[in-house]
């Protein structure tokens, strides 16, 4: 079992910044995928970014290249998600996830379903 506690949301204007973390605990952090996703009351989850199990490979949904940055720190068991050029569509309660991955199978990946453990959520607001 891993718990996953996300921290770091708030209001911020367009154009700010913010910088999520997701701290994990239960397990070896260092042997799981982890993910970013949001999500709009009323609509889908949809992903945000992912990082591999070493932290040397990354991937972001389109939306949010080139504005924002996932990162680990194996040592304090932290995932982070440094967002900058905030904009209102980002608006969102944003959520951290995991999935167990010693082979590499689920290397950033972007599938809800491939998830298995999700943290409570942290809500950004992006005022314009």
């Known amino acids: 079992q891993v718990q996953l506690v996300e921290s770091g949301g708030g209001l911020v204007q367009a154009g700010g910044s913010l910088r999520l973390s997701c701290a994990a605990s239960?397990?070896?952090?260092?042997?799981?995928?982890m993910g970013w996703f949001r999500q709009v009351p009323g609509k889908e989850r949809e992903f945000v970014a992912a990082?591999?199990?070493?932290?040397?490979?990354?991937n972001y949904a389109d939306a949010v290249k080139g504005r924002f940055t996932i990162s680990r720190d194996t040592a304090l068991n932290t995932v982070y998600l440094q967002m900058n050029s905030l904009k209102p569509e980002d608006t969102a309660d944003y959520y951290c996830?995991?999935?167990?991955?010693?082979?590499?199978?689920?290397?950033?990946?972007?599938?809800?379903?491939?998830?298995?453990?999700w943290g409570q959520g942290t809500r950004v607001t992006v005022s314009s």
């Open positions: 996830a995991a999935v167990r991955d010693p082979f590499g199978d689920y290397s950033r990946s972007s599938r809800n379903s491939d998830y298995e453990y």
């Open positions: 239960g397990r070896p952090f260092s042997m799981y995928t």
């Open positions: 990082i591999n199990v070493n932290g040397g490979s990354t």
